[in-house]
T-cell receptor, first 113, second 113 residues
Framework: GESVGLHLPTLSVQEGDNSIINCAYS??????FIWYKQESGKGPQFIID?????DKRQGQRVTVLLNKTVKHLSLQIAATQPGDSAVYFC????????????FGKGTLLTVNP | DVKVTQSSRYLVKRTGEKVFLECVQD?????MFWYRQDPGLGLRLIYF???????EKGDIPEGYSVSREKKERFSLILESASTNQTSMYLC????????????FGPGTRLTVL
């Protein structure tokens, strides 16, 4: 979920388990969404994106689900590995003349071996 | 693959110094962005550029300027560095201005003493 203040929400899972990271987005007009992964001391890395005409999109070991009714986005990671440990955050854009990506503050995923 | 590079990973400067942060992308992207990232505040847009020599202010442009003389290069300038500009600076680029993925560089951790 979204962070409040200085402390990120955290999710701790065992290696091999599936992970689900959630994001509540703010703008009902948003029609493009991205998930990023950011490892400590590095720049955000694109994982997967989805447009509002879809409710599900799959990548390699990752699935993004979009529920426009409740303005909710989730990232599912299958068979989580230690290398998946990072901060994950979502971004939304309403397109058209709005160039800005609005970023969530992220969730810290820790994978225990 | 998109590659966005930043000139320095770590930088230490003194208050009042003029600081240049350089960013280069190799995918012929029209749009380039500068963000800063601070704990609890997430990513905040400083400036962006949608074409050579074109620039627009983002959400927090005060104390910064930018330069885009060539399509592949976008520079962020701190005219007179201050301690409150200590932060992680991230450059990004995208093909389309809206509704498109922004690809990030590795970041520059700037400390102003």
């Amino acid at each position: 979920g979204e962070s409040v203040g200085l402390h990120l929400p955290t999710l701790s899972v065992q290696e091999g388990d599936n992970s689900i990271i959630n994001c509540a987005y703010s703008n009902s007009a948003s029609d493009y969404f991205i998930w990023y992964k950011q490892e400590s001391g590095k720049g955000p890395q694109f994982i997967i994106d989805i447009r509002s005409n879809m409710d599900k999109r799959q990548g390699q070991r990752v699935t993004v689900l979009l529920n426009k009714t409740v303005k909710h986005l989730s990232l599912q990671i299958a068979a989580t590995q230690p290398g998946d440990s990072a901060v994950y955050f979502c971004a939304e854009n309403s397109g058209g003349s709005n160039y800005k990506l609005t970023f969530g503050k992220g969730t810290l995923l820790t994978v225990n071996p | 693959d998109v590659k966005v590079t930043q000139s320095s990973r770590y930088l230490v400067k003194r208050t009042g110094e003029k600081v240049f942060l350089e960013c280069v992308q190799d995918m012929d992207h029209e749009n380039m962005f500068w963000y800063r990232q601070d704990p609890g505040l997430g990513l905040r847009l400083i400036y962006f550029s949608y074409d050579v020599k074109m620039k627009e202010k983002g959400d927090i442009p005060e104390g910064y300027s930018v330069s885009r003389e060539k399509k592949e290069r976008f520079s962020l300038i701190l005219e007179s560095a201050s301690t409150n500009q200590t932060s992680m600076y991230l450059c990004a680029s995208s093909l389309e201005l809206a509704g498109d993925t922004q690809y990030f560089g590795p970041g520059t951790r700037l400390t102003v003493l």
